[in-house]
């Protein structure tokens, strides 16, 4: 029997870059740690086998004592009609939301949705705790459990405190062998099998357009030697060519830093690592970039967002736009592949300051620049300025059925128009991609399968920006008094 099933439910929401699909992690590493500790478990994710609530239904077969629901800010429909229909078919087991969203608005989940509690910020020993409770036939919720948000009998919500878990080290390697196999998920990749890995949690930077509401501003790390042991364990169990690295600050420690990339060098695995979510620059120099090519990195990731000074002060994005180009250049110069982020509509950006933008992006000449829609998600610094003296066009407290690449406007400020910010969006990929770009972004393709990942995000942008020509601002649904 199944202690404890884990899903993560599909978004149907558009605009969500489907050309990349990562292992939920997190899931994963919650259920390590319960099968540590001798229970069963399943994870069930729907978003890489594009499954629907009546699918993720019939694949649980038995009633189990915990379900637990992964959520973000896409997935707030869905996910509350899942529980509605585990409600119906499973009446006597327990339902805990977990995820970003749940660590942001516990309490309108625990009006809305019929579930019995969240767990806020990481889950591994909280759900381990609520289960060894059920397991002894107690209460499933006490005041032990790290981030529980549940209603008392008199209806009252506890709010239990949250405690981060200092020793990542202690935590077992996320148990990948209960998703589908690895070839299912999809990123840009030289080689296959790929596995992706984190090897911090958390972020110190305050930008407005990030949620803390998981792990603050306190950044935890995994020791060096943990991820080279995590690294051993991929290429033994799963034979995989390609580490896809996810934390939000792979470089925030130089030393350890220097000892991962040295200790790949040394095991001579010739994998390829992409560090998909982008680093800082801080500690990024000549001698750490020799080390990471010859770890194996060919593809590095820089978030700039704005190029415009005023609106990196506005945003709190510490950012050093002349070590930026520096470092950017050294990169390619080396050979790697560079990706720069950027966020279209930012809060206090006109055409002045988008202009800055571009002329930045194009002189540093990045391989692939990414431009996004500026999304004030609930509980970020930018959803609070937007509230206060802004309007909103879609409404981010809940769910959000359009994503970064939908060609849809999320909000109004000042003399910000929703049209204006849309022509801008337009622009930027069509000022950046010339046509010698284009044929330099195909000439960088060193793989079949780095080809057909290029074939889907290209074609996800296409669609894009036919959706883009055909949309119009819609009115706003909320507005400040």
């Known amino acids: 029997m199944q202690n404890i099933v884990l899903i993560n439910p599909f978004p149907v929401g558009q605009g969500l870059n489907d050309a990349t699909v990562e292992p939920p992690l997190g899931l994963c590493y919650i259920a390590a740690v319960l099968e540590k500790n001798n229970y069963v478990c399943c994870i069930i994710d729907a978003n890489v086998e594009r499954l629907s609530n009546r699918d993720i239904i019939n694949r649980i077969k038995e009633s189990p004592s915990v379900i637990g629901i992964y959520l973000n800010s896409f997935l707030f429909s869905v996910s509350k009609d899942l529980c509605a229909e585990i409600r119906k078919k499973f009446p006597d087991s327990l339902i805990l939301l977990g995820g970003p969203l749940a660590s942001t608005i516990p309490e309108v989940l625990l009006d809305e949705f019929l579930c019995d509690g969240i767990i806020k910020g990481e889950g591994e020993y909280a759900v381990l705790g609520i289960m060894n409770n059920i397991s002894a036939g107690k209460p499933a919720f006490d005041e032990t459990i790290s981030g529980a948000v549940y209603k008392l009998k008199d209806g009252n919500i506890r709010y239990n405190d949250l405690k981060r878990i200092v020793d990542l080290d202690e935590l077992p390697f996320p148990a990948l ?16 099998p790929i596995a992706p890995i984190i090897t911090s949690r958390g972020c110190p930077y305050g930008c407005s357009f990030c949620s803390k ?9 995994r020791s060096a030697n943990n991820v080279l042991d995590e690294i051993d364990f991929l290429v033994a169990k799963y ?30 695995y010739n994998l390829a690592i992409n560090l998909q979510s982008g680093v800082r620059i801080e500690n990024i120099d000549e001698e750490i970039l020799v080390k990471m090519k010859q770890a194996g990195v060919y593809k590095i990731a820089f ?31 080396l050979g790697f592949l560079t990706y720069g982020f950027f966020i279209i509509g ?13 002329r930045f992006a194009k ?25 206060a003296e802004g309007k909103f066009l879609i409404d981010t407290r809940k769910n959000i059925d359009s994503g970064f690449y939908d060609g849809r406007v999320f909000y109004e400020y000042g ?15 069509k000022e950046f991609y010339s046509i010698g770009k284009k044929i330099k972004v195909f000439l960088a393709i060193r793989s079949f399968s780095e080809l057909a990942w290029l074939i889907d995000a290209v074609w996800f942008v296409i669609k894009g920006m036919i959706k883009k020509r055909q949309a119009k601002v819609k009115p706003d649904i909320r507005s400040r008094d």
């Open 239 to 268: 034979g995989v060519k390609q580490i896809d690295i996810l934390d939000d600050n792979f470089a925030q420690n130089r030393q350890r830093l220097i000892d991962i990339l040295d200790g790949i060098i040394v095991r001579n």
């Open 177 to 192: 062998h209960l998703l589908p196999k690895l070839k299912a998920y999809k990123s840009r990749s030289r080689k296959k």
């Open 415 to 429: 003399n910000q128009k929703g049209e204006d910010i849309l022509a801008r969006y337009n622009r930027a990929y």
């Open 303 to 333: 978030g700039v967002e704005t190029a415009d000074e005023k609106l990196l002060e506005i945003h709190n994005k510490k950012l050093n736009l002349k070590k930026m180009e520096e470092v950017v250049s050294l990169s390619k110069r």
């Open 363 to 387: 002189k540093i000449d990045f391989d692939v620049a990414n431009f996004c829609m500026a999304i004030p998600f609930v509980g970020t610094d930018l959803f609070r300025m937007v509230e």
């Open 213 to 221: 509401d998981i792990f603050g501003r306190k950044i935890t790390m």
């Open 346 to 358: 930012l809060l206090g950006e006109t055409d002045k300051e988008f202009d800055q933008t571009m």
